[in-house]
């Protein structure tokens, strides 16, 4: 048994303890101790995506046999969700560090350490129950993440997030109640066998298990109508902390694509075809809010979180229609903008730091002021899936496997619609921000600041330096990695989509040969 | 039948240098800047330079009739690959990308003032250059949406290169905005286009016209690759972006408005022409659409009095006719389009830099304010006079020649049945054009010297003047010789109607024909219009006419305004409504989705209900009601809160699970007190936030959403299904070495959640000590202080019976707590239920006596109590990798020391240690963080057990009743 597939799990879970317990009063230390299990954590996850090419493999817990005891599932969805995280954790933390935010209260790199459990957990586990103890452990410590450093609207904003992830979690208890009482199992793979057995005329209970948990993972991806929490959330969160969130919502759209193809997906008669039903309609309304918050927002950070609020919605109505290739599609996409989001977010922490707001209202051009507009426009271009970035590849590819007769119209209109109210929103931010500020004097806002609370302390009318910029740099970097290299991943992602379909593949590596219980 | 396919196709990877050296090329005028403003230039000309010598050598075997094509493999599975074609069409275009691009750099070097930011400047333009070379050279559609899309980005950026003019950041949004629409359009056209052909090779998708035309999908392909090339080349109505990109520098208007960026929608319709033209649906809208922009466009010319949107709106007008032309369907009219397309590059591009020039001496470009610049600027004089005529259409200039080969097509076409309505449209819109063209000439140029210019001007140096000249140079080539020309035309058309072409010959002299006398007509009667501009231009102003950047302004600004009051509206932080959407639509999908299917059969009775149930059920119903009524009472609330809890716990006792009930108990009695604490520095009851009808609706959603859970229990607990639990019951003891079931599943069977509970109770604990610091630094910490709390505290703060009291009960709770601890493994009990009570006996302690005094006779940090607690969890589980097992993996063994009767030690009881410990140090360190809040809301620090202490000269008898 391959012992590595637990240790994204196991390592940040010793490392955080020892972070916050032992090196509590010594930021230095906590900052090298974090840094470097990162790193580790990055070449374990490296490692698992290499390894991950063939079968799933199975972590049989205690050593309790399936479907009895708990297992992990490494196969290559887990180990490129893994992958993405872990990569995009790193870039995150080193912003981090660099900007001084993990200075700014207490127990940072614990709980950043902690919210890597919680998201490889999620990404890692076969079986659904642990999945809500691990959305329970990244829901806490993204928390704790979201009021880093405190303020009012920033507390205000948390609870809010917590309270309705709280009501998520408890209709997640329901869901899987019910699941429980129909199936007996809590295996994933063991649910996906048993689905198969219920007939339509006995399938009431699996259907409303089957929508109670869209509804907890639509929560998590912040789709309609249970969308409300995120732009608050993200726009008030510590930019850096908005950007590792980035993965947060992907997790929502993971649990959809591995819990309603494997268990709830095409060919289960009980369910059949629920999903994407829902989903669909869901997804383009998801569209249409980003895309009017985009265009309606007065302040950087709201622009960009209701920039990734659009761009979920993107990502779900490729996921709603389950079928391969729009899996495919939705994969690559997933990939680009989480990594297009955190691109955002890192940099506008950068600018708003400087600019000591982040209302898009006429100030002073900061230092600097040429590379950020440089950068702003690559990373807009990425969110709003304009090319040369992989964004408007993702978006080529999704709208290329959306052409079923009943979809087609509405997706389109959707997504091409959405990007044209992105991109204006978008521009007229970047020519607010940049471009005006140019004209505006230097001494004419101080009036402007009295009621404008400090976003971050001053000390920071210097340029950025090197290691500030580098992971922002870095992020832009992958996007154009992803769009020079799209046919290699895509063509990993291809096998990744059959393996998702391959329902019989999984049961039998899970349960073994015969797929008995 | 299809001329591609008889064509000789050539594979020549030099082709995707050619198509790339811009994009590399890019990156050096950003660095050479750093040498100055002259090798600035040079680098930006280099790569140009390269690239054209590139094409020139490739030139010679397109001209005989080859193809030259290039792939290389990006994203095989969606059909994208980097792969560029040459042929005439793209020869022609390519060629006057790079020649105009040179000539650009060159007139741009003299142009820009040393304020500006050249490097930047010319990096946009290589970017810009790249962008429009791709568009005319991709061979795979896919790849050409993506160039086109560049040369909208690229353009944003050049329009708005002076980005401290408002002017320059609106004309640039609005460009970016008109143009990125139409690109999103025409990505849906060219997916459904590639749809049909099976592929998104260009040159297979013009192979394949016949099918694509009689595709049902055929209609909105057309309209949104139209769409595309309309925005893109200014058509009506999508025409008024162009004249405010001209807040541009003008070297960016001369490149984008006569060569590249708005020829772009007209290489577009031209490349398509073979696919898409011909259908009666393409004739109607692209020809109308080309007239009414050709006159529209010439009329406003003629008012304009800026002479950069006087040029703005002649090309407006131009690409009209260039549209109108290829909307005929016919290869003359594309021969005719073709050649066109090349005048009109010659003529206009001079005269923006002509116009660049005046503005540059003269400081203005109102034509108002100009006249008599013949004698100050002679060498300006010329080239523009000559530029001009050529645009007016005299003869023995370039651009008489094509506007005579359209009014030729356009006499012999009819428009819905009436043979008269394009030749007379057309004769309108070429007597505007001479009446413009001449305006641009007497109204500048001749006429007295003025005294009030706000500059002199005079000729400008050699290095501005000679683009401009040597463009007029062609203009005069060309319309003397146009047998020059001829080669390319016939080549460049032949690619545009994909084989066959017309007889034709390029000549000045056509004999006399209808087409003649429409010129003539044309030009007297422009003239006579010019005469009369006086009066006309007043009436012009006084009429009332749509102001188009009123209009596109007015509704991006009612969409954002819109945009920001739906957003305000729905995301304006109101949890009450979000949790009121979460549950409704919850319970609405919920029983939508049940009523999908059928419910299997039931397999128990309902089991009669024992009075004791119905009193509880009461109870519980009760409770919960009168939650809902007095929750603004926060303590009572509480109270009630309490009432809940236990009545669940007593109805764990009933339905047979101590564990639960045991669990259930100490949570309970923890989270009220330390709620009790807590709710000490809030304020003591809830104010009226909600009217009357939200809190029904409230109710309505409340009770229809508890309904449907109680519906759903109702209906899995009266049908049996075989569980996994089966398999546990059986193994609890063999395999997990504990009769009590509920333990071994919580340490062993799935000890791998209980590790990741654990873990959010350490989060927890560790979340509330950051968020207090957090508050205590703020300004929540200031409230604190000035708040008056001395009313709400006791007289006697630690009583003297309670001190006694927990003293007393503390050894015998802690020995309760060590006892569960134990036995968890065989009988209910275990370190979750064991660290919550002996937290209980802490906390009465800290009660009892005040935290301070409690806290300086306890040594173990609760910080390190929950890390242990966490690695000693996590480290037995990695134990089992030592045994090569998997984590967690647990095991067990009887032992006898003499004394004491056999016992039984497992690795699962060090893991419930673990849990034990992170349970007792999470409720601990709660508890240190709301007696950090105690102190800074000014409680006093107490060093004695107690308030009164009967035994004042003895102090330490209290140390010794803790031990």
Known sequence: MNHWIIAPVILPALLAPVIGFVMRHDLPLARTASVAGTVALLVIAIGLFVTAGGDPQVYYLGDWPAPFGIVLVLDRLSALMVLVTTVLALLVLVHAVATGWDARGWHFHALFQFQLMGICGAFLTGDIFNLFVFFEILLIAS???????????????????????????????????????????LNIADLALRLQEVPADEAALVRVAAMLLMIVFALKAALFPVQFWLPGAYANAPAPVAALFAIMTKVGAYAILRIHTLVFGPGIVATDGMAGTWLLPAAIVTIAIGAVGVLGARNLLALIAFSVLGSMGTLMVAISAFSPVATTAALYYLVHSTFAAAALFLLADLVIARREAGHLGARPATLQNGLFAALFFAAAIGMAGMPPLSGFIGKLMVLDALRAPGTMAWAWSAVLFGSLMTIVGFA???????????????????????????????????????????????????????????????????????????????????????GET | MNGQEAAVVVNDPSLIIIALLPFIGALLPG???????????????????????????????????????????????????????????????????????????????????????????????????????????????????????????????????????????????????????????????????????????????????????????YMPALILILLGAFTKSAQFPFHFWLPHAMAAPTPVSAYLHSATMVKAGVFLMARMWPVLAGTEAWFYIVTTTGLVTMVLGALIALFKDDLKALLAFSTVSHLGLLTMLLGFGTPMAAVVAVFHIINHLTFKAA????????????????????????????????????????????????????????????????????????????????????????????????????????????????????????????????GILPHVAEPLVRVAAGAVTGGTLPEFHLKIWHGITPALYMSVIAVLAGAALLAAHRPLDRAWIAAPRPEA??????????AVGLSRWVTQRTHDGAMSRYLAIFVGSTTLLGYLAWRGGGMPPQTREMLPVPPLVLVGWVLLLVAAGSMALMHRNRFR???????????????????????????????????????????????????????????????????????????????????????????????????????????????????????????????????????????????????????????????????????????????????????????????????????????????????????????????????????????????????????????????????????????????????????????????????????????????????????????????????????
């Open chain 2, 549 to 558: 950047k009123a209009i596109f302004d007015g509704l991006v600004g009612g």
């Open chain 1, 143 to 185: 928390y704790g993440l979201m009021v880093h450093s405190g303020g009012r609207d920033r507390m205000r904003a948390g609870l809010q997030y917590v309270v309705i992830n709280l009501a998520g979690s408890t209709l997640f208890l329901f869901a899987l109640g019910v699941l429980y009482s129909v199936t007996g199992t």
């Open chain 2, 31 to 217: 660095m050479m800047i750093r040498a100055g403003r002259n090798a600035c230039a040079i680098f930006t000309a280099l790569p140009t330079v390269l690239s054209l010598i590139m094409l020139l050598l490739l030139a010679p075997s397109v001209m005989a009739g080859q193809i030259i094509t290039v792939e290389l493999s990006w994203l095989p599975q969606l059909g994208l690959s980097v792969a560029f074609f040459l042929d005439g069409l793209g020869l022609l275009f390519a060629a006057m990308i790079l020649g105009v691009g040179l000539l650009i750099t060159l007139y741009a070097r003299f142009y820009l003032s040393g304020d500006d930011p050249m490097g930047q400047f010319y990096t946009y333009l290589l970017l810009f250059q790249g962008a429009m070379l791709g568009i005319v050279l991709s061979d795979n559609i896919l790849l050409l949406l993506i160039f086109w899309e560049l040369t909208s980005l690229s353009s944003f950026l050049l329009i708005g290169y002076w980005k401290h003019l408002p002017e320059g950041r609106q004309g640039a949004r609005m460009a970016l905005a008109v143009t990125a629409a139409g690109g999103l359009a025409m990505i849906g056209g060219m997916l459904i286009l590639g749809e049909i052909a099976g592929s998104y090779k260009l040159t297979d998708i013009l192979a394949a016209g016949e099918a694509i035309r009689a595709s049902d999908w």
């Open chain 2, 637 to 963: 609330s509480l109270v009630v809160m309490g009432v809940i809890g236990l009545t669940i716990s007593v109805g764990f006792v009933y339905l047979s699970a101590p564990d639960l009930a045991l669990t259930q108990i100490s949570v309970e009695t923890v989270t009220i007190m330390l709620l009790l604490l807590a709710l000490h520095y809030m304020p003591k009851a809830s104010p009226v936030e909600s009217s009357a009808g939200r809190r029904i609706r409230d109710g309505v959603i409340a009770i229809a959403g508890g309904a449907g859970v109680g519906a759903l229990a109702l209906m899995f607990l009266l049908r049996d299904t075989p569980t996994i639990s089966d398999y546990h019951l059986a193994n609890s003891y063999e395999g997990g070495g504990g009769t009590n079931v509920v333990n071994v599943i919580l340490v062993d069977f799935r000890g791998y959640d209980t590790y990741g509970e654990i873990i959010v109770l350490g989060i927890a604990g560790l979340i509330i000590y950051a968020v207090m610091e957090a508050l205590l630094n703020g300004p929540a910490a200031r409230k604190l202080r000035n708040t008056d709390y001395s009313l709400d505290r006791s007289r006697d703060r630690h009583p003297l019976m309670m001190v006694i009291a927990t003293r007393v009960m503390m050894p015998i709770a802690i020995l309760v707590g060590v006892y569960i601890f134990l036995r968890g493994h065989n009988q209910p009990g275990g370190g979750f239920v064991a660290g919550l009570v002996v937290s209980i006996a802490l906390l009465m302690q800290y009660m009892a006596s005040g935290f301070a005094w409690t806290q300086s006779r306890q040594k173990i940090e609760y910080h390190a109590m929950i890390g242990w607690g966490v690695v000693i969890a996590g480290l037995t589980g990695a134990g089992a990798w030592l045994g090569g097992k998997p984590f967690l993996t647990s095991g067990y063994d009887y032992f006898h020391f003499p004394p004491i009767e056999e016992f039984e030690l497992a690795t699962a009881m060090l893991f419930d240690l673990g849990v034990f410990l992170a349970v007792l140090g999470a409720v601990m360190l709660m508890l240190y963080s709301l007696s950090r809040i105690a102190r800074y809301a000014g409680e006093t620090v107490n060093r004695e057990p107690m308030d009164y202490d009967p035994s004042a000269d003895r102090t330490t008898r209290t140390t010794k009743e803790q031990e």
């Open chain 2, 351 to 478: 005269l923006f830099m002509t116009a660049g020039i005046i503005d540059h001496e003269a400081h203005t470009r109102d034509i108002k304010r100009l006249g008599g610049l013949r004698t100050l600027m002679p060498v300006t004089f010329v080239l523009g006079t000559i530029a001009a005529l050529s645009m007016a259409g005299i003869p023995l200039l370039n651009g008489f020649l094509s506007k005579e080969m359209m009014l030729e097509e356009a006499s012999h076409t009819d428009w819905a049945g009436s043979p008269w309505a394009l030749p007379v449209l057309a004769t309108l819109g070429a007597l505007l054009s001479v009446a413009y063209s001449f305006r641009f000439i007497v109204h500048v140029f001749f006429g007295r010297v003025r005294e009030d210019y706000p500059h002199k001007p005079h000729d400008p140096p050699f290095g501005l003047w000679i683009a401009p000249a040597l463009l007029v140079g062609l203009v005069v080539l060309i």
């Open chain 1, 428 to 514: 007229r931010a970047g020519s607010a921000l940049f471009w005006k500020s140019t004209a505006v004097p230097l001494d004419e806002p101080e009036t402007a600041e009295t009621d404008e609370a400090p976003e971050a302390p001053s000390g920071t009318d210097r340029p950025a330096g090197a290691m500030e910029l580098a992971p922002v740099m870095a992020t832009v970097a992958l996007l154009v990695m992803l769009t020079t290299f799209a046919g290699p991943l895509v063509g990993y992602l291809d096998g990744t989509t059959a393996q998702i379909f391959d329902r019989s593949g999984y049961v039998t590596a899970v349960l073994g040969t015969e």
